[in-house]
């Protein structure tokens, strides 16, 4: 009983109050997704995450959304209370690489993606910028460029 109560503390205090995830689907090839998350930690410090990774997954189960990202990597800054008279400022910074990143939501959890904001539970990763965002190339895009009436880009390659 002991663990199950001590589990539900550590899962309470690492899915603190945060504010809304804000989770991007890319065009690269070897980082397909970024997630942005700010939040206040155990210390009272303010923390603001960057997480880029090649994998997004969500899998919901009980009163948590578990996200799991591949070869994600992590920037971090920490700015916290200042600790001293002789501290200039109280900000941490750090970089970290993890083949495997499983981190715990509260269920109910929103994040911003694909243009809408919704429940962590619902995000479907494979269905990102479907729909909402269209890219055209070479002789396409700049029939669609006259189509919307531009101008030539301002550099154009000769």
Known sequence: MKAICIYILLLLSNTVQSQPLILYKTED?????????????????????????ETFSVHPSGIVCQVTMSNAYVFRTKIGT????????????????FDCLRMDFRNGTKVL???????LSQV???????????????Q???????????????????
Not at 32 to 52: C, F, H, M, P
Not at 141 to 158: H, I, N, S, W, Y
């Open 29 to 53: 090839v070897n980082r397909k997704y970024v997630l942005t998350r700010s939040y206040q930690d155990a210390d009272g410090g303010n923390v603001s995450e960057v997480i880029i990774a």
């Open 82 to 97: 200042i600790s001293s008279s002789h501290s200039t400022n109280g900000v941490v910074q750090n970089k970290m690489m």
């Open 113 to 119: 993606f694909n243009e809408s904001m919704k429940d």
């Open 124 to 138: 479907e990763p494979s269905k990102g910028n479907e729909g909402n965002l269209k890219i055209y190339r070479g």
């Open 140 to 158: 396409a895009a700049e029939q669609q460029r006259k189509k919307m009436g531009l101008g030539p880009p301002d550099e154009t390659d000769k």
